[in-house]
């Protein structure tokens, strides 16, 4: 026995010392990757042959068991077919409806046939017994309640706190969402069911609109939404991770995405990409509550929430591959799953269809919008790989692993190269870096799992058909989704961690405890230090465009007058960017050509001076101040420099009435 706890405590030591120096390297010698890698692999040679050695007395902790399911009430066919015939009714007047007529209605009656079919589902109860159970369940959980509530305040506070101003830019692609949002509310308020900006479907867009309504139709009011979705996001982690690992996971898994300077990120951006780890999280919670309940209403919400996700960001749409991949699986190696769930599963697969019916009759007559943006980012579609290979004489497959490397590397060595983002870190921190290998070999270790298995298909699907078959990886916006399973797979790490500290070493639960605490806690002042003390004053998001149109928006915002903006910008840059189209709506601006460029379209451009003039001048473009400075005397220049390195940003020149 000892002679097993001493190997046992070298293969440890040496697998967590190789980790530490592995993701030393990547993060401070980065010139010396290779090296990283090395040492990387002899830490998951070290974790693999410790877990072998666990293997004997992990066995019988498998699985979960499925208890068995009891009879209910036959289905209300009125609520199936009446709210099924709503829903296809909504989508078929939307389709033929014109785009300029009020929409309203249609909203509504889809809203009242998918309330109405998902009715049928719900079971028989007595309203009298349901305030005691209530209680009762509230009183027995009180402790986790509580605790609950406070890591959602914290969630919120980190996600919430001066949206106006953090990130300080407001993004090109958030300005042309919400000005979108904003159009589509009207009134009369436009289609839901169809797609707008980039194949995106408008739904998300009213979402958005509506929560401006409520919270301000500023840069605060646009980003609302998202944080209000990522701290949902921080519940139904944590409610996942419990319904699969047990409750100390959960507790591990949630306070990581709290803190995750990441997810943080995307919940304070006013577009719809963080909405996929919400969708994806609840809607496998329901699937795995249906599986040990039988209960078919919780195979209903669960097929509810994967058509509601292609309502959303294109990353959602990876849920219903995800459930389907898993399915398959049981199938697969329990004979019998398909006869007891059948039925069940095509509850799920039912309502996932009515729910999304109305954007499937849009996409069926206008078919292109459906692969419009795979189509553009996809190596293959795109013939970004074939251009590669030219250029580089390089062959497919090792253009494919190079991706590949990209992808999977993105958590520790890899940083974001777009502008979504584009952190100084890696999208984990140097601790949740090594605590995510960890996770990821443990679970890998013990794949036959259901719980493990769902959790990897999670990951791997979003890693390769997110990032590793789409250009430009690892571009952040593109893989929400992980966000969670991330989190999940820093909490299992974690946790093994210390059940292995608490065999090899000795030293009591409350020690190790205390361990993971210390963690935790280092973990949250790494991420949160990251991206509001090192990320945020640079002003990298949005790229400089967004800086300057942020500066300028916010000038011209303030500005109570009809003076009129010329924006001697082009082509660098142009007046409908979508930064300046929602700071600066209800101000009349046009772009002014390069000079010669008015003569050759046979335009000329006369500024009304009676109404008074601005005229901003971005650096490429600044020779031209003197010209106009000499037209329209008696004006007044103001250099406008950036607060991130004191480099100018535009000069304003206003002449006034």
Known sequence: MKHRRVVSSLLLGVGLGFALLGQFYFAYRREYVRDGVFFWCAAILSFGLLLRRMEQRERGRLGWRLPSWGSRRALRALGVIGGAGLVLLAGWLARWRPETTDFSDLLWLWLIGVAWFLLAFVPSFSVKEVWPRLTYWLRS??????????????????????????????????????????????????????????????????????????FGEGVAGLRALSALIGTLTVLTTFLLARELWGRRVAWLAAIALTCSHFHVHFSRLGSNQIADGLFITLALWLLVRGLRSRRGIHFALAGAVIGLGWYGYFGARLIGLVVAFYLAWRVAVEYRLLARYG???????????????????????????????????????????????????RSATSLVLQQFWKSISAFNYTLDPTFWYRPTIPLLDFISGV?????????MARIRWPANG??????????????????????????????????????????????LGLR????????????????????????????????????????????????LGRYLAQRDDDYIVYFHAPPFMYWGFGTLQFMTRGVEGMDVPLPGEEA????????????????????ERLDELEAVRAQYPGGVDTPVRSSADGRLLYVLYEVRR
């Open 504 to 551: 090899v070493f000795g030293g009591g639960r409350r020690f190790w405890d205390g361990v993971a605490v210390a963690l935790l806690v280092a973990v949250a002042v790494l991420n949160l230090h990251c991206y509001f003390v090192v990320y945020t004053p640079t002003r990298v998001y949005g790229n400089p465009t967004a800086e300057v149109a942020t500066e």
């Open 435 to 443: 605590l995510f290998i960890v996770g990821l070999l443990w679970a």
């Open 343 to 393: 039925p069940l599963l095509l509850i799920l697969l039912g309502v996932a269809l009515v729910v999304v019916a109305p954007l499937l009759f849009y996409y069926a007559g206008h078919p292109d919008a459906l692969v419009a943006r795979s189509r553009q980012v996809s190596i293959f579609a795109s013939g970004w790989l074939e251009r590669e290979q030219e250029i580089t004489g």
């Open 141 to 214: 959980h009180r402790v986790e309640l509580v605790g609950l509530m406070v890591l959602l305040l914290v969630a919120l506070a980190v996600r919430a706190i001066d949206l106006e101003h953090i990130p300080a830019n407001l993004g090109g692609d958030e300005g042309t969402q919400g000005v979108a949002a904003l159009e589509l509310l009207g009134p009369p308020l436009g289609n839901p069911f169809s797609t707008g900006w980039f194949s995106v479907p408008t739904m998300s867009f009213l979402a958005y609109g509506l929560v401006m309504r409520i």
């Open 454 to 499: 769902l959790l990897l298909l999670w990951f791997w699907l979003a890693l390769i058909l997110g990032w590793v078959v789409t250009e430009n990886p690892p571009s952040s916006m593109r893989l929400g989704i992980v966000a969670p399973a991330l989190a999940v797979l820093v909490g299992l790490g974690l946790n093994w961690l210390m059940a």
């Open 600 to 619: 050759e379209r046979g335009e000329s451009l006369e500024p009304d001076l009676g109404r008074g003039a601005r005229f901003v001048f971005l650096p």
